[in-house]
C-alpha cells in the first residue's frame, strides 16, 4: 500500500549529571509530549539517564545501579506504553562498560545498542570510562538484572550493533561520535534498508560551530537517505560544556523539523511527519547506491509486532513541529524550513546566559557578584547577565512554571514575577568598581553608567585602606618600603605593588558576595564573576588569586576580538549608550600609578602584544598544533607586512610569555568552554605547566630558517637593503592583574 506516514519525536532535554530523579521526570515528560504530539518513535540525548558529565562517577557501580532503578521506572510508566522508545545510560556487560541506547517497547527491552566510536578530542574524555563495541553487526546475549526481568519477563537481551525491524519500516542506532567518524554507520546501515537513523547525541556548543553539525545532519540524510533524527542535549549539566540542543529531523536531506537553539526550558520535543514511501523513491534512484546495497552484509535485525504507521492515514502528511511548514511530498518539490543561524555576537549573547542561568538556579545561591572595572570584559560579563534576566521575564511572559518557580526559588519570594529585565537584573546582579589611588574618574563613571542601564544594584567603594594595611605588615617585618617603577622601585617591588592590589579585589569580592544578600534583607549569597578572557589567559596575563580567581567565568572560553564585536552589536541591540564609551577606552588594568590625574598604562603594550594577535598565536597553537618553528612558518607568509625576522621576534616573544606563565592555566577559574582554542588545563588543554622558557632548540630553528629565507630573498632580488633591526618587545608588567617582568627569569608566582 502507497503513502504511508510516520511520526517521530526527538527530546532536546537539559539534564544534570547525577540527578537521576530530575532526569527521570525530564525523560517522562518528553514521552508524554511525544505521545501528545502522534510520535510513534522517540528518541533523546546520549546518556540522558545519567547526564553526560558524569565523569569518573562512571567508575561506580553506584551509577550504573541507579541508571537501572530509572530504566525500571520507565518500564512500568504507563507513560511510556505503546511508544517505541530509546533512552542512553551506561550498561557493563563482560565487566566492560559501554556508552549504550536501550530501545524498548511496552515493557520489553528490544535491544541494547552500544556506541562505537568514543570521542576523546577537544574535552571529550569518553574512553576514560567507556570502550567501544567492536563488533561490527554482532550481537550477544545480555543478562537482565533481576528486578528488570521481574517487570519485562526476560532474562536475556540482545546487546550488540543491531537495527529493529517494524511491520513497515527499520531503524537503526547512531551515537553521537559515530555521525563524525569517517566510517560512520549511517552508510552501510542505509544500503541494508535502514530507513530511519536516530542519533543520540552529546554535542557541545563552540562559536561558529551550528553550521557544521547542520551541514553534517543534512549530508548524512542526503547521501545515504532515510530520516535522520539527531537528539541533543542543551545547557549546562553541571561542567564546562554548554550543549547546543540543536535536535532536528532531516528526510532525504531536507531538515522538516529543528528544536529552538537558544532556550531555558527543560525538556523539547520535535516531531515531525513524513512518508516512508518518500525514502524509497529517493533511495531507488541513486541507480549507483541500489547496486551497492544490492551486495550489503546484512544487520541482525530484531522484529517486533509494531508499526509507526497508521493503518488507515494515508498520504495524510504535515510537520507536527509548531513553526514549521513543511510537506514530504514525493510528486512535489519540497522545500525546507528556513535554519536560521545566530551570527557570533548573538550566540556570545546567549549561550553563556543560559549556562549562568543553570549554574545559578541549580546552585541554590541568590545571584551573582561581579567586579566592574569599565572595561570590555567586566562589562561584557554585565550585559550577558542582564541578558539572561531579559531571557528570563520573556520566558515567564510565555507560561513557563520551571522558569518562574526557580527564579521565586532564587530570591526567596514565592508570590514573586519578574516582568521588567531591569529590575530583575537589579535583584540578581550586584556590581561593584573597587578604586584604589591608581583608578582614574573616567573607570569609575563608565561602571557606573553601565550599571545604571542594565540596572544592576551598583556599589563603588576604595579598598587603600585594605592595600595600605597588608603592606603595612611587610613594612613591619622586612623594614623595607616598596616603590612603583615610576617612584625608583625595581621591576619586583613595581610588580608586588600591583598584585597586593589585584589580589585585596578578590578578597573584597568574597566578602560582598556572602554578605551582600545578608545586608539587602535576602537569604543566600552570591556567585562571584570572573571577567578574564580566552587571550588574557593564554597569555597569563592576569594575576594569580586576583578578582579574575572566582565561582565561575562566562567568558572564559571568549576572545577579546570576539567580546569587542559582541558589544557593539548589544549596544546597538539594547540601546545601551554606556557601551561606546568603554569600546573607546584603552584596555587597562589601573595597577600602576597615574600622571597628572590620567591613566599611562595599555593592556597591548604590556603585554607587546596585540590582542588579535593573541587571537592568531592561540589558533595556530592549538588547532592547528604548532610549536614555536611552525608557528613561525605558517606566519612568515601571513605577516607579509612583516619582515622574517620580526616574526620571529613576536613568535619568540610569544612562546617566552607563554611558558612562564603556563602555570597560571592549572588555576584558571571554570568557564563556559565556547572556544576551540581555550587554554584551560582542566581535560581541554593538557600539557606541562613548568617550562624551560628558552625554547633553545625551537628558537634556534627558527633563527637559522630566518638566515635561508634572507639568504634566498639575496639571491632571488639581488642585493637588497639590509632589514632594520626591531625594537626589543617590550618589558611585559600588566593586564588584567598581571604584572610580570616577561624578559627575565621566570617566577613561579606573580
Known sequence: MMGRTATVAVCTLNQWAMDFDGNLRRILESIKEAKAQGARFR?????EITGYNCEDHFYENDTNLHSWEVLAVLLKSNI?????????????????????RVAFLNRRILLIRPKMQMCDSSIYREGRWFSAWRKIRTVEDYFLPRHISQITGQTVVPIGDAVIATRDTCIGFEICEELWHPDSNHIPMSLDGVEIISNASGCMFEIRKAYTV?????????????????????????????????????????????????????????????????????RNCI?????????????????????LT???????LSSARVDVDYIVDEYSETTSPEILYFRPE???????????????????QGGFFLPLSGGVDSSSVACIVYNMCRMIVEEVKTGDTQVLADVRKIVGDCDYVPTDPKQLCNTLLVTCYMATENSSAQTKARASLLANQIGSYHLSVVIDTAISAVLGIFQQVAKHTPKFRVHGGSPRENLALQNVQARMRMVVAYLFAQLMLWVRGRPGGLLVLGSSNVDEALRGYFTKYDCSSADINPIGGISKEDLKRFLVWFGEKYGITAIKQVLEAVPTAELE??????????????????????????????????????????????WNHCTPQEVADKVKHFWRCYAINRHKMTILTPSCHLESYSPDDNRHDHRQFLYNHTWKWQFDAIDEQVKRVSEDDKVSRGKREAPKVPAKPQVSYGGAGTRREHDKVPRLDD
Open 43 to 47: 528518541s533523546g540525548p546520549e546518556l
Open 80 to 100: 511510556c506504553e505503546d511508544i517505541l522508545i530509546d533512552v542512553g545510560m551506561p550498561v557493563m556487560h563482560k565487566n566492560v562498560t559501554y556508552n549504550c
Open 214 to 282: 547542520v551541514d553534517r545532519v543534512k549530508t548524512a540524510a542526503a547521501k545515504a537517505g532515510g530520516c535522520y533524527m539527531y537528539s541533543d542535549f542543551f545547557g549546562c549539566d553541571g561542567g564546562r560544556m554548554f550543549f547546543m540542543g540543536f535536535s532536528s529531523i532531516t528526510v532525504n536531506g531536507n531538515m522538516i523539523g529543528r528544536a529552538k537553539q537558544f532556550s531555558l526550558r527543560e525538556v523539547e520535543v520535535t516531531t515531525a511527519t513524513f512518508d516512508l514511501d518518500s525514502i524509497r523513491a529517493y
Open 287 to 307: 541507480r549507483s547506491r541500489t547496486h551497492s546495497s544490492a551486495s550489503s552484509p546484512a544487520y541482525p535485525r530484531v522484529k517486533i509486532d509494531f508499526a
Open 310 to 316: 497508521s493503518e488507515t492515514e494515508i498520504c495524510q
Open 346 to 364: 548573538e550566540e556570545i549573547c546567549m549561550a553563556p546566559a543560559c549556562w549562568l542561568w543553570d549554574y545559578l538556579r541549580r546552585s541554590c
Open 593 to 638: 600609578p597615574l600622571q597628572g590625574g590620567h591613566l599611562v598604562q595599555a593592556d597591548e603594550v604590556d603585554m607587546g602584544m596585540t590582542y588579535k594577535e593573541l587571537s592568531i598565536y592561540g589558533r595556530l597553537r592549538k588547532d592547528q598544533c604548532c610549536g614555536p618553528f611552525s608557528m613561525f612558518c605558517k606566519l612568515v607568509p601571513m
